[in-house]
């Protein structure tokens, strides 16, 4: 058989993220040819009802969910990459001759749509995209060029595509961005697809609601997947974890990032708790009255953007090193408390206002001045 060109991308990926306008930002980050809202007429007239016009409603929620998007990290996959082969000067085919752990290497770094093509290449290749740990981004499905009304039907098609492949291949899941389907619409369905997830070893999982309705429960299933290492959460009601057995656990996650949720103090506590050895916690968009309070053996970094807290209280955090509080406001000129508790490697501590902030370290009130930058000191 002929052999496999070998692929080279022409775009740097090192680029750091710059805040822009939304409809500048990558596919990745806010794919705008998905509506925010499925705006059909009925959901149209509900908003004129309530004195809403559906245009301003729906660009409204586009904002949301364009800085919920950017907050996200970037899959490890990308389709703005343009690639291209470079023609052998001979027959043989070294591609095939490779060994399986560096073929499944190859195509575990494609996006899922070519890299389930690569089993028409030869023979050798046909059962390596099955063995290869599969990275899945939904928004990756939809048809490059279509165009925003074209779209709107291809985004609900999303759903039984991603139904397929995880059918289909039998794991692990190295990582998985579902965050371009109207869940609503497909919420049993979303049940059924974290249960094959944790079932068949999910690394890194991003889970964003689209974002209507913004009350929207998530499934409390994601909390079983013992294999996360990387979880981030956006636009949903966080579920209610009275009910769920003491017993569950994450025990492998290591970064947990929580974007504009519904939650209750109490259900953060929960997964702060069930989280052995998580190291990174990252809130991002917060508008909800929350009191956040940091007990954990092994967080090293809390970052806390665009939020609002009553209070922030380090109360037992032995490992933490760093407290980044960027963007923050505070509700009717009640100041935020932040308290320092027990933490002895906490080196770096910021940004503060002392307009939205109260600073507590111990038993000591510290006047903050009007702006405090990045306070850093040794240990």
């Known amino acids: 058989s002929a052999a496999p060109a070998p692929l080279h991308s022409t775009e740097d990926t090192r680029r750091p993220k710059t805040l822009i306008p939304t409809a500048a930002l990558p596919a990745t980050a806010m794919d705008t040819r998905v509506p925010p809202v499925p705006m059909d007429p009925a959901t149209a007239v509900m908003f004129r009802l309530d004195g809403q016009d559906p245009d301003e409603m729906e660009a409204l929620f586009a904002r949301v969910l364009s800085y919920t998007h950017y907050a996200l990290p970037d899959p490890p996959v990308s389709v703005d990459a343009r690639l291209f082969g470079l023609l052998p000067h001979h027959s043989v085919d070294g591609f095939s001759r490779l060994p399986d752990v560096l073929l499944r290497n190859i195509v575990s770094r494609l996006p899922v749509k070519e890299g389930a093509r690569t089993a028409v290449l030869s023979r050798r290749w046909r059962g390596v995209w099955r ?24 985004a609900r098609r999303i759903t039984s595509a991603v139904s397929r492949i ?11 961005h579902l965050t371009s389907s109207h869940m609503e619409e497909f919420h049993g369905l979303l049940t059924r697809w974290l249960r094959i997830l944790a079932n068949k070893g999910i690394q890194e999982l991003v889970l964003v609601n689209r974002p209507w309705p913004l009350d929207l429960v998530l499934p409390s299933t994601f909390l079983g997947m013992t294999t996360l290492t990387r979880l981030y959460l956006g636009l949903w009601k966080f579920p209610d974890t009275a009910g769920i057995p003491s017993a569950t656990c994450l025990p492998n996650l290591l970064e947990l990032g929580l974007c504009s949720l519904i939650m209750e103090s109490k259900d953060l506590d929960f997964i702060l708790d069930r989280s052995p050895v998580l190291e990174t916690l990252y809130i991002h968009g917060n508008l909800f009255k929350l009191s956040l309070r940091l007990v954990s053996q092994s967080l090293r970094c809390v970052k806390i953007l665009m939020s609002s807290f009553e209070e922030i209280a380090v109360v037992d955090a032995p490992r933490l090193e760093r407290l980044i509080l960027t963007g923050c406001w505070s509700r009717g000129g009640v100041c935020t408390k932040v308290k320092i508790g027990y933490a002895p490697k906490l080196h770096s501590l910021g940004y503060l206002d002392s307009g939205s902030h109260d600073l507590e370290f111990g038993n000591t009130v510290i006047k903050v001045p009007h702006f405090f930058h990045l306070f850093h000191w040794c240990t």
Not at 131 to 154: C, F, K
């Open 166 to 176: 995880l059918a289909a291949h039998p794991g692990p899941f190295r990582c998985v």
């Open 131 to 154: 063995s290869a740990p599969l990275v899945l981004v939904d928004s990756h499905i939809l048809p490059a060029a279509a165009a925003t009304a074209a779209a709107r039907g291809d």
